[in-house]
């Protein structure tokens, strides 16, 4: 976490899903610059929006992980068999097997993380991800807690509405009563 005037910025980092930035503008706004192979996004959130007490997530995806290890055993034994046979055909499926192999891991490590994740205010909806242990535990708290407070400044900070209905200045008196003979 980096504190730059009234900036605080972290960075994140992951292998599979390129890089995320996550920019505090004080006292309103959290930019998101998202960057992955081809792709490059920015998003601004109003803080308003947010609420204030993250909720913390994790999940081990045992699905993808029995996938992925079954079809790998699999990849294995028809290279085996490909090697002892000597077929063309059989290295071609291996290769297919391996490739797919591939994609079922990368799904296992998708679904396989540690989140903060940071709800809307008032739908509930998850509206914020972020990584756990990227960088560092440390220094994802830290960024945590500082928008977390942000947040809870922001929404303080707005007076709440004022009831119209209960309030003395807006009780009038009621019309005169008219007379009976009209």
């Known amino acids: 976490m980096q504190a730059t005037s009234n900036y605080q910025t972290l960075k994140q980092r992951h292998l599979l899903f ?3 930035e996550f920019v505090i503008k004080a006292p309103d706004a959290l930019l998101v610059k998202e960057r992955s192979l081809g792709r490059l996004h920015e998003t601004q959130i109003p803080l308003s929006v ?12 045992i699905k993808w992980l029995f996938h992925s290890l079954f079809v790998g055993s699999l990849t294995g034994f028809v290279l085996y068999w490909a090697l002892m046979k000597n077929m063309l055909a059989l290295y071609i499926l291996a290769a297919i097997l391996a490739g797919t192999t591939l994609v079922l ?13 940071f709800r809307h205010l008032h739908t509930r909806e998850n509206f914020l991800y972020i990584w756990q242990s990227r960088p560092k535990r440390k220094k994802v708290q830290e960024f945590v807690q500082a928008l977390s407070l942000l947040i809870q400044e922001q929404q303080a900070s707005k007076s709440p509405p004022t009831q119209l209905l209960n309030s003395p200045a807006n009780t009038t008196n009621p019309s005169p009563a008219l007379p009976a003979d009209i």
């Open 50 to 61: 947010l609420d204030p007490s993250p909720t913390y997530s994790s999940s081990f995806s």
């Open 18 to 20: 390129g890089s995320r």
């Open 105 to 117: 891991a990368y799904r296992f490590f998708l679904y396989t993380t540690r989140l903060v994740i």
